[in-house]
Every structure is written in C-alpha cells, then in structure tokens.
C-alpha cells in the first residue's frame, strides 16, 4: 500500500509540517496551564457554594452545571468568538477560548470536586469542628484532600479530557496544535500533518492514561 | 468540691428535628472534676444532649453555660469554646490521610497556633498518655479500633479541655478492645479531668461514675450514685431499663 504510507505517513511532509506543528504544541500546552487551574478553581467554588443549605445558591447553581454540561462547547465557543461581538463585545480568539472553557470545565469540575467532598464522612467534618477549626479550615486540611483523593481518577480523565477538547479552540482560529496541523494539511494537501498531531497528542497523553488505569486500580483494590 | 461553680450548667435545652423533639427540657449541672454518665435506651436524645454542648446540633431552645460561657450568645465564639470542650465519638472520626501524631498537631498548629515543634512535642505527649508513644507515625488504618479511639482521646487532650465529652466511645470497638480504652478513660478521671459520657458500659458507670443520669424520651428521668440508681432506682421507667440491662 505505498499509496497509504505516503498520504498519511509522509515522512517528508511530517518533517517539513513539525516546527509548525511544535509551535501549535506550544499554545496547546499554554492554554491547558491556563483553563485546567481555572476550570478546578471555578468546580472548586461551585462545589463549595453547593454545600450552602439555602436553595437561593444551589438552584442556580443546579441550573448552571446542567446548562453548561449539556451545552456543546463548540457551540459555546463560536457564540461567544462570533456571536458576542452583535452585543458590542469584542473578545479576542484566546479569552474566548478561556471563558469559554471556564465556563464549561467548572461545571464539569464542579460535579466531579462536589462528589468527592460528599464521598468525606460527615464524622470528619465534625471531628474538626469540634477540636475549633473554622469551617474554611476543617474544610482545607480535613475534607478536601480526603475528597481529592477520593475522586482522583476522575480528575485526571477530566483533566485529559480537557486536554484533548482544547483543539476545540481551532474553530476560533487560535493557532493551537490541531489548527497548526489543518492549515500544514491545506498548504501541502496531504493529511500527514493531521496524523503528525495525533501522535503528539498521543504521545502527550500516554503516560497520564497509564497513571490514570493505575488510579483506578488502585481504587478498586483498596475498597 | 460541691461549692465550685458547674464547668458545664445547662437549663432548659430542647431540641427538635422537624415535628420531632428529641430533647424535651434538659436541665443538668457538671462540677469540676465530676465524671457524669448518661444512659437511656436508645433514641433518648442522649447523643443529642453532649452534641448540643458543643453545638455541633443547633439547640433549639434553652442555655448552656460552659466554664462560664453562654455558648449560644450571638457574640460567642463557637470556635474559642470548642477548643476547650473536648470531644470523643464512637466512630474514632481520625483523619485518615494523616498520621496518629499528624491528627493531634492539626487542631494545635491550625487553632492555637502553634509551631511544629511545639506542637509535635504537645502532641507526642498526649499519645503517651494514651499509652501509644510508639505510634506516633502510624496511619489510622493502619492502628486498631482500640488504638484509633486512643489516639482520638489524644487528639482531644492535646488541647487541653476543660471538660471531655464521650459519645458512645467503646460501642464500635471489639470487646477485647474496650478495656485499652476504658483504661484510659478511669487514667483521665483519676487525673480530675470533667467528664460527660455516654456509654452502654455499665460496669464502668458502676465502678467510675460519679453520677448516672437516666434518660429517656428526651428528658431526664432521674439521676443519683450509680449504687443509688443500679441499685434501687425510684422511678419505674429507670427500673425497667436497669433490670434489662442486667439481665443481658
């Protein structure tokens, strides 16, 4: 088949395509360090806020994690890059990639952290309390890292999950690694830039797929 | 002794959850150095009662005064008051993630403030107390339910209470387990510690209390010397309780 090897595996064409492609890596990796801890510090604050006994807060919190769970991100981006400029607002490709992925990761984040802090026994909670920590901190030193670790697997598949959604900034024209990998693919009219980017992102996200099935396993052995 | 002031004075609590009162007017007075024992059959409020102390439970109504605090003032600092008023549950509540020494720094690095060192020194201390200066760097999971209910009364002690509350503290352990913690416990009242406990143990009331207090129905039925209400209990609600514990 050299036919195939050299659409898809043009060695050539791969070579000439990686500068270009490694410089798309580098915003790839740029907006993970900036929507990862922004979309844990906005599940963080959803989850917090949803511990309130009023329904005032947990409605529209409710309300807010359903929408944006449900809501396709890639329509969430293209609205907010092209539909927010007819209401006078003009955000660049790279904050609307960033609000728009803070919106949709502190929903799913926020599902995820408000899990583990449910999975904390209430004796936990309690216990600290009544040695005189204040809430915030019973919370920070008692609960929450127990939480964390409850829920861990399901923070690194969310995270990974993240990492690979972030070529949805493409459609937004933010030069990101599958962005870089499309406009190589057009100007050499040969997808082997495409599978290029595959194997990056592969060989990216291998070894948190292994940590992440070791997680796993090791949830499931200790319980 | 009987001219101290009570470390814990309480009138008139009530507690409702929803359309249930759980605690229907509680008045009980603990002095200084006094081990107080609340019995009842279960669902008599009696762990209501101590987690109202510490307002872990809202009260609904009534006053608590706790080493002269009103607990319940708006102006009160629950967090200052919980410091001094130790507490021990039956299900041990360690910090898993944390090591026995880690689970009785945390309340004195985080509260009180103060530096490691200090606070390891503190801390090595009251696990000795308990008789488990060698456990320091052990994790929960790793101690027995005996050992987990030690390092918990430590964690308690380390901060120095003035009054101890034990709910229901050996009643999850294994019976060949009980007696490390009851040890301990009959270590701290000959030590003059205030406690209030609430236990099945009745030989322990027996042979430690100086007051037992029977409750049912969320009120207090009649308290005296444990010889007093063991032994010739006056109101039948009391007898009947007392004779079926005896007989089992």
């Not at chain 1, 959803?46 to 919190?61: C, D, H, I, N």
């Not at chain 2, 308990?130 to 320091?136: E, F, P, Y």
Request: charged fraction near 20%; aromatic fraction near 8%; hydrophobic fraction near 50%.
């Amino acid at each position: 088949m050299p036919g195939f090897v050299e659409t898809f595996f043009n060695l050539e064409i791969m070579r000439a395509a990686l500068p270009y492609l490694l410089q798309g890596l580098g915003t790839t990796l740029l907006l993970v360090l900036l929507v990862v801890p922004l979309g844990i510090a906005g599940g963080l604050a959803v989850a917090l806020l949803y511990r309130s006994p009023r329904r005032r807060v947990r409605w529209p919190l409710i309300l807010y994690v359903d929408f944006f769970r449900a809501f396709p991100p890639l329509v969430l981006l293209i609205f907010l890059y092209a539909g927010l400029p007819f209401a006078g607002i003009e955000i660049g490709a790279f904050t609307a990639v960033a609000i728009g992925f803070f919106l949709n990761n502190s929903a799913y984040y926020g599902e995820v952290l408000r899990a583990g802090i449910e999975s904390v026994p209430r004796g936990q909670w309690e216990a600290a309390r009544s040695t005189g920590l204040s809430a915030p901190r019973a919370m920070l030193w008692v609960v929450l890292p127990q939480a964390v670790r409850n829920v861990l697997p399901d923070l690194v598949g969310n995270t990974l999950e993240v990492v690979k959604l972030t070529s949805l900034a493409s459609v937004v024209a933010l030069p990101e690694l599958l962005f870089a990998a499309r406009q190589a693919q057009s100007l050499t009219y040969n997808p082997s830039p495409i599978v290029l980017a595959a194997i990056i992102y592969l060989v990216l996200l291998w070894p948190f797929v292994r940590l992440l099935s070791r997680l796993e396993h090791r949830m499931l052995v200790s319980r | 002794m009987q001219r101290e002031p009570p470390v814990l004075s309480i009138r008139g609590l009530r507690k409702s959850f929803g359309a249930t009162e759980v605690l229907r007017g509680i008045d009980l007075d603990v002095r200084p150095r006094e081990l107080v024992f609340v019995i009842g059959p279960s669902g008599s409020g009696k762990s209501t009662l101590l987690r109202c102390c510490n307002r872990l439970e809202e009260p609904s109504d009534g006053s608590i005064l706790f080493d002269g605090t009103d607990i319940r003032a708006p102006g009160t600092d629950i967090n200052a008051v919980r410091r001094r008023i130790g507490m021990v549950f039956q299900s041990f509540n360690l910090y898993p993630h944390m090591t026995a020494l880690g689970n009785v720094t945390l309340a004195l690095r985080q509260v009180l403030k103060k530096p490691r060192r200090e606070a390891d020194e503190i801390a090595a201390a009251a696990l000795a107390r308990v008789g488990l200066a060698d456990k320091q760097g052990a994790y929960p999971g790793e101690l027995s339910g005996g050992q987990q209910q030690r390092v918990a009364i430590a964690r308690a002690l380390a901060l120095e209470p003035k009054a101890v509350l034990f709910d229901e503290p050996t009643s999850a352990l294994d019976p060949e387990l009980v007696g490390s913690v009851l040890q301990v416990m009959r270590d701290l009242r000959e030590a003059g510690m205030t406690m209030v406990v609430v236990s099945h143990e009745m030989g322990f009331a027996r042979a430690a209390a100086d007051r037992v207090v029977f409750m049912d129905q969320g009120e207090i039925v009649e308290e005296g010397p444990p010889a007093a209400i063991f032994g010739a209990p006056q109101h039948a609600r009391t007898r009947a309780f007392v004779d079926q514990i005896v007989r089992h």
